[in-house]
């Protein structure tokens, strides 16, 4: 495999290009089941006489999904906004001091959103959603699946694992 300066190393094939880009499957996966289940709502509001119930909670559901998840592959890609003028202008040591304490309190935090998340997931198992009647487990397990990917994804950038964004593509954000 060579890399070509432009645009970073080649990417991984097969099962491995699932596991690295699971974020962006599962979150492109909840966009489309929003957009269906909306769609859906809107077509059975306006051409029956009863709309669809099950439509806003399945949009919900998969907004959930679509948030925790997404939020995920903006850590892959340094998509998360930072403020570090002052810090960039500190000595070397001080900088290194407050970006590693930064790296704790981030690991902290999201540690402690995959705890929560996962108490309350397993609390709401025995809470059915208003309509469907799932678990609202569907609901909050997001949360705490999401956080944790969080921390795979924070400590991979941090020893130095490197993804690239394809720039031709439309949505670049990058």
Not at 62 to 67: D, R, S, Y
Not at 144 to 151: D, Q, S, V
Request: hydrophobic share 55%; net charge negative; glycine share 8%.
């Amino acid at each position: 495999m060579t890399t070509d300066p432009e645009r970073g190393p080649p990417g991984p094939r097969g099962l491995a290009w699932l596991v690295d880009q699971f974020e962006e499957i599962i979150a492109s996966l909840a966009a489309v089941v929003i957009i269906l289940s909306v769609g859906w709502g809107v077509l059975t509001r306006y051409i029956t006489a009863q709309p669809a119930a099950w439509s806003g909670e399945i949009a919900t559901l998969a907004f959930a999904w679509l948030v925790f998840f997404g939020a995920s592959a903006c850590i892959k890609y340094h998509m998360h906004p930072t403020i570090d003028l002052l810090v960039n202008r500190f000595p070397d040591s001080l900088r290194r001091l407050v970006v590693g304490v930064n790296h704790l309190l981030m690991l902290s935090f999201l540690a402690f959103m995959v705890w929560f998340g996962t108490r309350f997931a397993i609390d709401a198992w025995e809470s059915p959603s208003a309509v469907l009647r799932l678990p609202l487990t569907w609901l909050y397990g997001p949360v705490a699946f999401g956080f944790a990917l969080m921390i795979v994804r924070y400590l991979q950038v941090m020893f130095g694992k490197t993804w690239y964004i394809d720039e031709d593509r439309e949505t670049n954000a990058g």
